[in-house]
């Protein structure tokens, strides 16, 4: 059974890690201001954003999860956004997951959002068995215009 907890703030060195080998699957590099303010905002009450860590039974971190309530114009409550999740590449298939968003969507039916919604890469096809067992593919295809270097 994975336990699965709220970030703290002593929990950076726990984190980091894991972040890092997010970035790393998807081929990405992040200023370190921005991996700094992103932990500050993951530990700050105040925002919007939040953080958990899943724990194997030794109580190593082995995956992460981060999400996002924001406003929508579809609903009159928030909805929330599963913004990153990763779980330990050799721990992969174990149900870790699974579970993160199971933690994800828990805390978005608390907080009275009406879904909860995430994206993925088209080549992760890994992660796409498990999102098309636990969730609806809506079709959609994101776009984006950069606005900052």
């Not at 726990?14 to 500050?40: C, D, I, K, N």
């Not at 530990?43 to 958990?52: K, L, Q, T």
């Not at 174990?94 to 009275?112: C, Y």
Request: net charge negative; aromatic share 12%.
């Amino acid at each position: 059974m994975t336990d699965i907890r709220a970030l703290t703030p002593d929990d950076q060195e726990r984190w980091l890690p894991l972040w890092q080998g997010y970035l790393t699957f998807y081929e990405a590099t992040l200023p370190a201001a921005v991996t700094a303010m992103t932990w500050q905002r993951l530990i700050d009450p105040a925002e919007p954003v939040h953080g958990a860590l899943a724990f194997d039974e030794s109580g190593r971190a082995v995956g992460l999860v981060q999400w996002i309530f924001h406003r929508s114009t579809w609903s009159e409550g928030s909805v929330c956004y599963l913004n990153d999740l990763f779980v330990d590449p050799t721990l992969r298939g174990k149900g870790t997951g699974r579970a993160l968003i199971a933690h994800v969507h828990a805390d978005a039916l608390a907080n009275g959002a009406s879904k909860v919604y995430w994206l993925t890469h088209e080549t992760n096809q890994t992660a796409q068995k498990l999102y098309n067992a636990v969730a609806e593919r809506t079709g959609f295809i994101q776009y984006r215009q950069l606005l900052a270097p």
